[in-house]
């Protein structure tokens, strides 16, 4: 049958059986590939995505509940091409992840929490990301992560700091094209036309 | 780079580059790799722990719609040699699916191909299978006595490996030494349980000959063990390496998978893909860790001085051998843990039982035997009347003792674990962290404070493989890097491996750019396929750091020495008349720079203006041996792994007398593993190392009955920590470089995981004991807790 999902702004149409899931017709029907299946049985948070702003496990959800609802997945948390939100810049900040595979249910848990809760504590971050099984870490840097990010967006001054799109920023990392003389190397273009540039 | 701890890049707080792509959601994961007309398969599981199979009959699950296959172990089993056994055990044979008989419940028994997942797995439940039940053995005790079940009737018996090793005069330790003491402990079978299940896609093309393989893998002879399994020449398969892996510390050796969808996308010209789902991962993933029962009897001296140790270990590797016996072999290499014991008797029996079978986890067999040495030195301790760190304090090899030489053969290279133990409880405030248990017991809880002192061999070779089977004669274990700088001066270096979350990419740019003086944002890090890869092995037994890492440097040099020779010919200087920097060279007598835009300009293109026989381009490869390695076992006796992490836990836990539930207060790690390379990197090591290991003595465990069902399949049954159960670490650092690697660098993989289940099961004891209480096995759960103490109430009866 077809349903209408709402996905990080873009409105797609797919002809689902009522059986399957939102996580899979993430997925397959729309090729966001960044919500992850971990158990299927909604504990290991790895498919979590925000609906309304509420994150859910999308393993638990049919496709067909889904519809007319605001569904954001991790596709839809960088502001840019090449850009982190604060909060996923804060997790590269602390090396909040090693195997990434459970990260981007993480990041939502995360963006949710300081949405309702700009000044969370440490005791509040730990309940809010509990229902998230994480087996890289032990959980350290992704607090450490959702710390940073919180006391930043505080420091913004701005209210709704997560969501708003202004309040984005890059990434702390230089783009090579930016500084090119950044690091030793000099283009050799001794033999090329323009220098080797285009 | 220069001297010890004066690095540009290495040991610097640098991002971890991997983590970009993971954070946005695009890391590559094997369900995430698209391939056209590609079919799914779902498995037949056997309800029998072990059952002859009479019949299959597929014809319903043929008829459904959208269904392609149904393929059977028999038909497997022509087709296919079988997988990889590292012993010389003929008679068990492990092939994909279950052929004319089932060993355990859960296992394949048939695959079924269609178009979607959902279909297959309707289909699955349309397969009717006939079963004749056999005699089942679930408890390895009771697989060990010759009248049990055998597993695999044409072995004879259930016996593995059973090996009785004596290395020094055990016999006239024990007769010199009065006091004695007998224990037993028992390690739970539990996994490292990662939460991306494992997956393979493989498509054949019949027309190029060639099988490509893309999967969540972490196996050393990975492509290797395909082609032999398919009967096909190796340069005929070709694994994607760049397929990021969502996390396996070990367990990620889907061989049995790989060679059944290979097979399969051979046999129908198609695309096939399995993604296992958590009950197929947990029941027949094959991924189960160790289960290991130690009997332990020591030799010690009025003082606590322990002389000799005998060690029993029988360990439960399930219904196949896999890579079960040798994680009884790899902990030889630190049989005497940090401690100066002077002779061991070591038997390691390894038995088949009807449950799954065992695979490789986190630290291959060092963490249970580990949890058997701090038990043994807390009882030593207590026997004694010694506090626990004066004990372990008076048995610890001495920093002037290094390199030392362990009874079964291995030489440690360097450590100075009494200091590591003295900034831990500076830091802890060991007296007031006695008080403060002391305090806790008065206010009505249980208290106990939990001491694990222990290593983690690194640098990982294969040594323990000719060392229980002498038909393998294996004596490297390589890692490689190729280096290439291109025509514009850019640099590209390569890894020949995938990764489940170690950061090797940033390991090899850090290391390749602290050779070279060059920012190692710059520098490019690519996983080329098997087929234009160099030989490799994968990131097993902590060895990254050191044989990637190693590997890199080297490559490293090479490039950097080619530059200088370069500029030496152009310049018409002699070595020592030039200076490298950053990239460029510089002529010492006249000053004239060159710099490395122009080196790359006249290795790429001004071939005229060097002399003959110059090689054009600028590139370079290094395969590394394991250093201290390559000689086989004299004597029963082998050097194992060449450096030695070591690592001390303190942790302070409190229990609920009522509901048994601990929680952990402090804890503490001091941690050595020479010098680290990215200090973030092993800080994630550690603290999930430690996740890890509260699982494994609080929570983990997988469960059969009598009945030989498997009562654990989903993570509602199979308990993993979460937040909440992980408490905050306070870590300490210490380094003593390593003198056989390239930075001083040692492992640290596996840190963490290696001493938190003893913590936490010497805090535990040291909490119950004033109840006359001792818990003997892993993992250790609230409910026995709360069971104990209800038990040990006065005036408690049955």
Known sequence: ?198 | MTAQGNFRYVSTTRRVREDRRFVVGRGTYVADVPAREMLHVALVPSPHPAAKIIAIDSAEALALPGVHYVLTGEELSGAVDPLMNGLDTPHVRRFPLAVGQTRYAGEWVAAVVAETRAVAEDAVELVQVEYDPLPHVINPERAYEPQSPPVHPGHGSNVLLDRTFVWGEVDRHFAENPRHLKFRVTWGRNSTVPIETFGVLAKWDPWREILDVWASIQMPKYSDQIARSLRIPLNCVRVHQDVDVGGSYGVKRGIKHTVLVSHLARRLGRPVRLIEDRLENMRAGDAHGPERIFDVEVAFTDAGIVHSMKMRALDNAGAYAGRAPFQLGKPIGAIVGPYQIKSVQYQAISVTTNKAPEEAVRGFGQSPTNYAIETMMDKVAAECGLDRIEMRRRNFIRKEQFPYLIPSGTRYDSGDYHTVLDKVLAHANYGELLEERDRLRKSGLLAGIGIAACLEPSGGNSAFEPLLNEKNTTTTWMESCRINVDGLGFITATMHTTSSGQGHETLVATVVGEVLEIDPDRIRVVRPDTLASLPSNSPVGSRMAIMLGGAAFHAAQIIKSKVIDLACRYFGREGDGVTYSAGAVSDNATGKRLELAELVNIAHRHHHSLPEGTRPGLNSEYVMQVPGGGKLAENSRIQMYPAYSFECHLILLSLDPILGKPEIRRYIIGHDCGTIINPHIVKGMTLGGIAHGIGASLLEEFVYDEEGQFLTGSFMDYLLPSSHEVPHVEMVHHCTPSPLTVLGQKGSGECGYLGAPAAVSGAINDAVRPLGIWFDKLPIRASRISDAVAESAPGHSQ
């Open chain 1, 1 to 198: 049958m077809n349903v209408e999902l709402q996905v990080n702004g873009t409105d797609h149409v797919v002809d689902v059986e009522p059986r399957k899931t939102l996580l899979d017709a993430l997925r397959e029907d729309c090729a966001l590939t960044g919500t992850h299946a971990g158990c299927e049985h909604g504990v290991c948070g790895a498919c979590t995505v925000l609906v309304d702003d509420a994150p859910i496990r999308s393993c638990l959800l049919f496709a067909v509940q889904a519809d007319g609802y605001q569904i954001t997945t991790i596709e839809g948390v960088a502001p840019g091409p090449g850009e982190l939100s604060i909060l996923q810049d804060a997790f590269c900040e602390t090396h909040g992840m090693q195997c990434g595979f459970c990260t981007p249910g993480m990041v939502l848990t995360g963006h949710a929490l300081l949405k309702r809760n700009p000044n969370p504590s440490r005791a509040e971050i730990v309940d809010a990301i509990s229902g998230n099984i994480c087996r890289c870490t032990g959980y350290g840097q992704i607090i450490e992560a959702i710390e940073l990010a919180a006391e930043r967006l505080r420091g913004r001054n701005l209210s709704d700091s997560i969501s708003a799109e202004p309040t984005m920023v890059h990434a702390d990392i230089v783009a090579p094209e930016d500084e090119p003389e950044r690091g030793i190397i000099k283009a050799a273009g001794y033999d090329l036309p323009h220098e080797g540039k285009p």
